[in-house]
């Protein structure tokens, strides 16, 4: 249908023309052609048409005007119906709903627009936009465009309540037109924000929070993509470990930056992100921009930032404690090597082990090519080379240098530690330039060896390559040369200490031989059987394998092996005959006076046995103490031999001497029960080889 025909009255007016005229065109012609037209019943008739005309045309608009009611009608209904859902869905949403005439006044306001701002509904109609909005400066340039016909999208501003308070919304406004396309008025939707915009606020906070933490940790953070390997974000820690500045790193990857010193191990461990195994706590080892490794610690996971995977690599640098560690190895090794030196010097008093052990600790501990400890001889006042390690050339056992003279002389004058970092430079002139030369030396210390204020020697350390020494191996070195100059001390002192035992027991020894030359000389008769049993014994000592240290004491003890009789009297030892009970009471007690005599003296402790024991019988039956067999000390029981022997064959004031014979018999019969058989065997075996003794 034609616009113009949806028009009501229009169209009835035109059912009307249309009706009219067909009505005018067909009766005259039908009345006409019925009755002529001049005859009275004609104009009679003309009449009744009209009339019915009247009657026609007021039945057609009344069928007309009551068909339109019906739609009206309908109309009207849906439209209360419409009106109704609108009204509903007006007052039931949850979003408030203005309705604003085009000078922004509210013309109306649904409950839920009351419920938010705290007004009634009535009190909202009649206020201005401007009214409800702590933004009126804002609100009025939207409002603005708005009438302008600008499309405004969704926006958030912030309204004032009833009370006084404020609340954030979300705003969408709109402008409606009427039929005409005319601005009728303006809708406007408002949503509550106040619980988007807390969580909002929430997020932004842990946000904050987070990159905080990110941005200041001290811990290295790396952010790389698992797509190609590029820095997505870095934070300062792992900047200044990686030594990158900002722009270098970001959207780098590891691998062009070649930041990774184990290659093959980052791999293994991508390996095991890729299998959803998290990487924790390794060692990984960062190449910095300037080249410098550095130690690290790292763990890397999976994450997911904005939908992409990423891995998240963390890292401390632990370049320190590591070098801390290396430090403290170093330390305890230096330690331990300190005090195996020690017990070098405690357990060998020999000088050469000791220094020989001194200087292979001094070459390792220190890592240095050869060091030498040269001696100072006071007498020669010269220094001489006692021990070296690390050298090659002979030169270094030629080593003779004068206190002053040279470099090791000038150690010794000064007593301080000499350092010459760059040997060729001295040139030639010096004695020891030959050993230099040949060993390509260059750099050298030489440490004065100093204990108890004197000076011992010098210890020297050679290099073939520039050492770059630290304090702390400065202090080592000056450690290593006390423990030397202790050592030599200590094996000086013992050499001392040796020589005057020596000379001590040389001093006692002489003692012992004038005690027993004494006793001797006080019995007349048995002068010197003192010195030949003492020799006969040690010839016999000899035979029976005892060894040369045994051999001393039985020697001492031999010799002092009747010092008891010195407390027996002149009257009984000088008896022409036989010795009464009493006396021979008294006699049986001269190897107990030997012993209480001798056991004071330290030194003569382990050569008692003979003067103590030296009258007991294998089989029992002798004196002091009844010992029997094996009991009797085995230097007892060779002596007993010897002296009885030496005894028979002396005259005594009782009775003459016996003869070699006699007195081979003599032994031979006691063997078993005055001596011990094993012994007598080897005595006259061995008196059967040297005649000279008969
Ligand atoms: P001595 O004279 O040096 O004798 C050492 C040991 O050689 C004696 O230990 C004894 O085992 C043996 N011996 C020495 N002379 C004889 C001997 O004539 N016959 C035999 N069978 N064995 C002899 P003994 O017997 O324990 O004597 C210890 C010491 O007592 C003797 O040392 C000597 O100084 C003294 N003595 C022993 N008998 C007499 C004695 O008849 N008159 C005197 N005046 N002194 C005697
Ligand atoms: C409204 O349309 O109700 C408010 C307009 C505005 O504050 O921007
Ligand atoms: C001694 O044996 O050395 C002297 C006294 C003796 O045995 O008769
Ligand atoms: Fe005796
Ligand atoms: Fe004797």
């Not at 045994?550 to 001492?556: D, K, S, V």
């Amino acid at each position: 249908m034609k616009s113009w025909l949806r028009s009501r009255p229009l169209r009835t007016a035109l059912i009307y023309i249309v009706f009219g005229s067909l009505w005018i065109l067909i009766s005259d012609n039908v009345l006409d052609a019925l009755i002529p037209h001049t005859s009275q019943t004609y104009i009679q008739a003309q009449t009744i048409k009209g009339w019915l005309f009247i009657l026609f045309s007021a039945l057609l608009l009344l069928s007309i005007m009551q068909s339109d009611m019906k739609a009206l009608k309908k109309n009207e209904e849906e439209l209360r119906k419409n009106e109704m859902k609108y009204r509903a869905l007006f007052n039931q949403t949850h979003d408030a709903v203005f309705i604003l005439d085009l000078q922004g006044y509210h013309l109306d306001a649904n409950q839920r627009a009351a419920a938010m701002l705290g007004y009634t509904r009535e009190e909202l109609i009649g206020l201005k936009f401007s009214d409800i909005s702590a933004e009126k400066e804002k609100s009025e340039i939207i409002f603005k465009q708005l009438l302008q016909g600008d499309q405004i999208p969704l926006y958030e501003r912030i309204f004032k309540k009833k009370n006084g308070e404020t609340i954030p919304v979300e705003v969408n406004v709109e402008l409606v037109r009427d039929s005409h396309g005319m601005p009728f008025h303006i809708q406007s939707t408002i949503r509550d924000i106040t619980e988007r915009k807390k969580f909002e606020e929430t997020l932004r906070r842990s946000e904050i929070l987070f990159f905080k933490i990110f941005r200041s940790s001290p811990i290295g953070i790396n952010i790389f993509r698992l797509s190609d390997g590029r820095s997505y974000n870095a934070n300062d820690a792992f900047l200044e470990l990686a030594g990158y500045p900002r722009e270098e790193l970001i959207n780098h990857s590891a691998a062009e930056l070649n930041l990774f010193v184990d290659t093959e191990i980052r791999n293994t461990w991508m390996a095991s992100l890729k299998e959803g195994r998290r990487v924790v706590n390794q060692d990984a080892r960062i190449r910095r921009k300037s080249g410098e490794i550095r130690n690290s610690l790292a763990s890397l996971d999976i994450i997911e930032i904005n939908g992409e995977a990423m891995i998240l690599t963390i890292a401390v640098d632990i370049t320190e404690r590591k070098n801390a560690e290396a430090h403290i190895r170093t330390q305890l090794k230096r330690l331990s090597a300190l005090n195996s030196i020690d017990r070098a010097i405690s357990s060998s008093l020999n000088i050469q082990t000791a220094l020989d052990i001194l200087l292979g600790e001094v070459v390792s501990q220190l890592e240095v090519d050869s060091a030498c400890i040269l001696l100072f001889n006071n007498t020669s006042q010269v220094l001489e080379n006692a021990a070296s390690r690390g050298f090659s050339s002979p030169f270094i056992h030629q080593t003779s240098v004068r206190l002053g003279d040279e470099l090791a002389g000038k150690v010794g004058r000064d007593r301080k530690v000499l350092h010459i970092p760059n040997l060729p430079e001295l040139g030639n002139g010096y004695q020891r330039w030959e050993l230099i030369k040949a060993e390509e030396f260059r750099e050298y210390f030489g440490v004065p060896l100093i204990a108890k204020g004197q000076f011992k020697g010098v210890l020297e350390i050679f290099n073939r390559k520039p050492l770059h020494p630290d304090v702390e191996w400065l202090d080592y070195l000056e450690t290593l040369g006390e423990q030397a100059a202790i050592a030599i001390e200590s094996a000086q002192l013992f050499e001392g200490l040796q020589r005057s035992n020596q000379e001590l027991t040389m001093a006692y020894d002489a003692t012992i031989a004038g005690w027993s030359r004494a006793m001797d000389l006080r019995d007349k008769e048995t002068e010197g059987h003192t010195k030949r049993v003492s020799n006969l014994t040690i010839k016999l000592a000899e035979f029976l394998g005892i060894s040369p240290q045994e051999q001393i004491h039985i020697r001492r003890g031999a010799l002092l092996h009747d010092i008891g009789k010195l407390g027996v009297p002149d009257y009984i030892l000088h008896k022409p005959g036989k010795l009464t009970e009493e006396e021979w009471d008294i006699m049986r007690k001269h190897p107990t006076y030997a012993h209480d005599m001798l056991i004071s003296i330290n030194y003569l402790r382990p050569a008692l046995d003979i003067p103590y024991c030296h009258h007991e019988k294998w089989d029992g039956s002798g004196y002091p103490r009844g010992l029997k067999g094996e009991d009797i000390p085995l230097s007892a029981r060779i002596f007993a031999i010897v002296d009885v022997w030496d005894a028979l064959r002396s005259d005594r004031p009782y009775r003459s001497g016996w003869s070699a014979q006699q007195t081979y018999k003599y032994i031979q019969t006691e063997s078993g029960k005055h001596f011990d058989p094993k012994i007598v065997d080897v005595f006259l075996k061995m008196l059967d080889e040297s005649p000279e003794w008969f």
